[in-house]
């Protein structure tokens, strides 16, 4: 990267999850932001204009992630949000954000199944914030 | 109402017709399971359309005559007995020998019924079929319902086991590719965080085992007459060592002695629980209050924390199997999410209950109350 660090926004109640992609990102020359639930990141928001937001699905409430990429699209429909969650291995339940339809109701630009390979979230933020 | 689905097998018309009238005005009053149950008869001629209609309708009753034009009644029997659906069988045969009632009830058939018979006969004989097949389904249905909460209680560990290894193969990942470079001391807090989730899966499979013991009944209870605050005593110094580490003082008041029938293993969990339970949700320089004292024939136990406390919503999940409030507060705190369902099952063996009364930052009171065991 070449250019003045981009912010990434990283919000899960999984503490573990937090540190581990913080570090995988602040090693790519990103900024992290963190936050541990909805609410905080909403606090967040009122103060950081990230560029790329990664959110967890099931927080304190089971759709905490889709509630808090419907209210980041609002205040930036262009940031790009990615939503990460384990629903998909646990209970078979698959998301996806791929088609126009599914991106109509799931606002978020990705939807990435729990764990997550670390190259591969690299590869789809770099994808992203066109730093290809 | 339910109906049960009768067919009645026989080749002589006057008999297949008189049995249908005679079950379609009947209504069997079953009292133990507060139902009452209808029939619907269905009657077949030959063990060819009895196999058929078997096999299409699925009956609950099958009345079945032992001699039939092409096949005996035993040998359809012998054909329906190996389908996998359950039905009550009632053989009426001529020749009532017991010789031919011990062959169909080896067969499969619950009862037998002589030729000729009264229609009192046939109610008599209908209503203790039933019964027994209600009762057969009710306990099978039991059976369902236990292997239903079991299968949950599985998944629910599979996934609680998966998410500490998940995490810690996570950080050994990172420190595989060395993500944060070569220096050991950028991986600090990566170090202590897989120990903190190693040591709480530890805690987990420890519950685990405790749990298991007690629901499978095998550990052997040994009851005796026991002064609790003895045992109170001990579960103290057992955790005196990690509430001294952050100034957390407990403090017993206790009628000395309290007297209980009860095996001291069972109660010495209670009160590790609960004090362990009081130290790690407890700030820094907090204290314990744990009061032992009898009401008549009841023992209380009270313990009351100054710590981070729960909100209403938080206590009422607290009693679920791995209902482990997780919030930024207790990220930090190693927990099972088991040991307030021990709690449970040990409270249950003493007749007992237990409560729980909390404020957010202020504390929390746990109060189990139990009685003697008999």
């Keep these: 990267m070449n250019k003045e660090p981009k912010t990434i926004l990283v919000v899960?109640?999984?503490?573990?999850?937090?540190?581990?992609?913080?570090?995988?990102?602040?090693?790519?020359?990103?900024?992290?932001?963190?936050?541990?639930?909805?609410?905080?990141?909403?606090?967040?928001?009122?103060?950081?204009?990230?560029?790329?937001?990664?959110?967890?699905?099931?927080?304190?409430?089971?759709?905490?992630?889709?509630?808090?990429?419907?209210?980041?699209?609002?205040?930036?429909?262009?940031?790009?949000?990615?939503?990460?969650?384990?629903?998909?291995?646990?209970?078979?339940?698959?998301?996806?954000?791929?088609?126009?339809?599914?991106?109509?109701?799931?606002?978020?630009?990705?939807?990435?199944?729990?764990?997550?390979?670390?190259?591969?979230?690299?590869?789809e933020i770099k994808r992203l914030l066109g730093l290809d | 109402m339910p109906t049960l689905k009768t067919l009645v097998v026989d080749d002589e018309p006057g008999i297949r017709l008189g049995i249908r009238r005679i079950l379609s005005k009947y209504v069997a009053n079953l009292p133990d399971m507060e139902e009452e149950v209808e029939f619907d008869v269905d009657l077949a001629e030959n063990a060819e359309d009895a196999l058929e209609k078997i096999n299409v309708h699925r009956p609950d009753l099958l009345i079945l005559d032992y001699k039939l034009p092409s096949m005996s009644g035993l040998e359809l029997l012998e054909k329906v007995r190996t389908a996998d659906h359950e039905m009550v069988t009632i053989m009426i045969t001529a020749y009532a020998s017991l010789n031919t009632a011990v062959s169909a009830i080896k067969r499969g058939a619950f009862d037998f019924l002589a030729k000729p018979f009264e229609p009192d006969d046939l109610r008599k004989t209908v209503f203790k079929a039933i019964q027994n097949l209600f009762l057969a389904r009710q306990i099978r249905q039991l059976e369902q319902e236990k292997k239903q909460v079991r299968f949950q209680f599985i998944s629910v560990l599979g996934h609680e086991l998966k998410a500490p290894i998940n995490a810690i193969e996570g950080y050994l990942n990172i420190m595989e590719e060395r993500v944060a470079g070569n220096d050991i001391s950028a991986y600090e807090e990566m170090i202590r965080r897989s120990l903190l989730r190693i040591q709480g899966m530890r805690k987990m499979i420890a519950d685990l085992l405790d749990l298991t013991r007690l629901e499978s009944g095998q550990k052997k209870r040994e009851i005796s007459q026991q002064n609790i605050v003895k045992i109170a005593k001990n579960a103290i110094e057992t955790v005196q060592p990690s509430a001294d580490k952050r100034s957390i003082k407990i403090n017993l008041s206790a009628d000395e002695p309290v007297l209980m029938q009860c095996d001291p293993g069972e109660i010495e969990i209670v009160f590790n629980n609960l004090l362990t339970n009081a130290v790690k949700y407890n700030k820094d320089n907090g204290s314990v209050d744990f009061d032992i004292h009898r009401e008549n024939e009841q023992i209380i136990i009270t313990v009351s924390d100054t710590g981070i406390g729960m909100t209403e919503e938080e206590c009422k999940r607290l009693f679920q199997e791995f209902g482990r409030i997780k919030n930024p507060k207790t990220r930090e705190i190693p927990g099972s999410g088991l040991g307030l369902s021990i709690l449970k099952k040990i409270a249950d063996l003493y007749d007992g209950c237990i409560k729980v009364e909390s404020q957010p930052d202020v504390g929390s009171t746990f109060t189990v109350t139990l009685r003697s065991a008999e």
């Design chain 1, 12 to 123: 899960d109640d999984d503490i573990d999850f937090l540190i581990q992609t913080e570090t995988v990102l602040k090693a790519q020359g990103f900024n992290v932001v963190k936050a541990e639930s909805q609410s905080e990141a909403e606090e967040l928001l009122k103060k950081i204009q990230p560029d790329l937001a990664i959110l967890d699905l099931m927080m304190e409430h089971f759709d905490g992630g889709f509630a808090l990429a419907y209210h980041i699209k609002k205040i930036n429909p262009d940031l790009p949000v990615i939503i990460c969650s384990a629903v998909t291995s646990e209970t078979g339940m698959k998301f996806d954000a791929s088609t126009k339809e599914e991106r109509s109701w799931i606002k978020a630009d990705l939807f990435l199944s729990k764990p997550i390979r670390h190259e591969q979230l690299l590869r």
